[in-house]
């Protein structure tokens, strides 16, 4: 297992590997890869005058870093830590939550450099809010999936905190600042990984070439649908998220030909648009079929297996990242948001039955966390949900 903590020249190798990679996925297809357009304009869009204020979003009910901003940042560290027993929850959550809002409301101070567009997104694990006995309906316990190398210190966990921003260098020191006030705490870190995106609006390409992030839930009616937990009580303004380090044989996955990777996706490549016809911001199509009765999207492609119609659950917001560790040990970073943790068990059941994109990618390390309300200096992190600082 590879941790990223406090390793800076580690986090540089890790965020320069996109450059030859995502290349490389681009030159193994018979059509070059055009630009991806970005998401068509909808009203009332997530992030649409709606600025990013502090990585904790004190301006609203919601943490900053789930829809906000719209288009997510270049660079992120997820890591996941474990509270020692003798911890009270309260008091840590409110530390850490001091913590995000000095970072991010001050990060001059804090850092010694600007903040610009860090957002900091923090979640409380299954063993926290079970013990509260407050946690959102069906729990957070993910059950066991094919395809995992399970380790204890790669499963579960306490905390989630997510550190995203455009500058590397801000992410890493406020990373760097965030880990060393919880290990003052007492916290351990169970694993940390860095990712990175290509920059640029709309969907983005992943280390197969191919774009990810199109199928998302992207106006506020549906954020607020899909995303968002409602009502009264702690729960309000809170979310569920999924993190999921995902090891890809992306070397095998390439050596295929250009029509058996599409195949595999459900996608063309160079476009991204649905093997149904279109473009690649176009609904799949999973009735359509060639004048011999065959689906245009085959039935192991990954976009149809996956798709929310096929699986009867609800849709997620996917904010994933690659990464690269090395030759070895690359692959996507899978972060989700939804309401509830059945979306993306009953998605990835689907995908364990047959997916023909999945026997190229294990699990390394997973876990799923509630994601409360936003916090500010008089609603601590974690308040009415872990009871009183103390």
């Not at 094919?146 to 499963?155: I, L, N, P, S």
């Not at 798709?307 to 972060?335: E, H, I, K, W």
């Amino acid at each position: 297992m590879t941790t990223q903590r406090d390793n800076f020249s580690v986090v540089r190798r890790s965020l320069l590997g996109v450059l030859p990679v995502v290349a490389l996925g681009a030159c193994r297809s018979d059509v070059p890869p055009a630009p991806l357009p970005a998401p068509r304009p909808a009203p009332a869009a997530a992030g649409d005058g709606h600025p990013v204020r502090g990585g904790a979003g004190p301006d609203g009910m919601r943490q900053a870093g789930v829809d906000r901003p719209a288009q997510p940042q270049a660079h992120a560290v997820v890591s996941v830590y474990d509270l020692p027993p003798e911890a009270g929850p309260a008091r840590v959550a409110a530390a850490l939550g001091e913590s995000v809002l000095e970072l991010t409301g001050k990060a001059d101070a804090a850092l010694g450099v600007g903040a610009g567009d860090l957002t900091v997104t923090v979640g409380l694990g299954p063993r926290l809010v079970g013990a509260a006995g407050r946690g959102p309906s069906g729990g957070l316990e993910l059950p066991a999936f094919a395809r995992e190398e399970r380790t204890g210190r790669t499963w579960g966990g306490d905390l989630l905190v997510q550190v995203c921003a455009s500058d590397p260098v801000v992410l890493t020191l406020a990373d760097t600042r965030l880990a060393g006030a919880l290990a003052a705490e007492g916290v351990s870190v169970r694993w940390s990984q860095a990712g990175f995106r290509p920059p640029g609006g709309g969907p983005v390409r992943n280390l197969l070439g191919f774009p990810d992030g199109i199928e998302n839930p992207r106006t506020r009616p549906e954020l607020d649908r899909e995303v968002w937990l409602d009502g009264p009580g702690p729960l309000a303004g809170g979310t569920v998220a999924v993190v999921r380090r995902l090891r890809i044989d992306v070397a095998g996955f390439l050596a295929q030909s250009a029509a058996r990777q599409e195949e595999a996706i459900g996608r063309r490549k160079a476009d991204g648009a649905p093997l149904s016809g279109g473009d690649a911001l176009s609904r799949l199509d999973l009735l359509a079929k060639t004048a011999r009765g065959r689906y245009l999207v085959p039935a192991m492609a990954h976009a149809r297996r996956a798709n929310p119609n096929a699986t009867g659950s609800g849709r997620m917001l996917r904010r994933g990242y690659s990464y690269r560790n090395g030759p070895d040990d690359q692959g996507l970073l899978f972060v989700s948001f939804q309401r509830r943790l059945r979306t993306f068990t009953a998605t990835q059941r689907r995908l364990d039955d047959g997916d023909d994109l999945m026997r190229f990618v294990t699990a390394t390390a997973s876990g799923a966390f509630f994601v409360p309300r936003a916090f500010t200096p008089e609603r601590p992190f974690g308040s009415g949900l872990l009871g009183e600082q103390g």
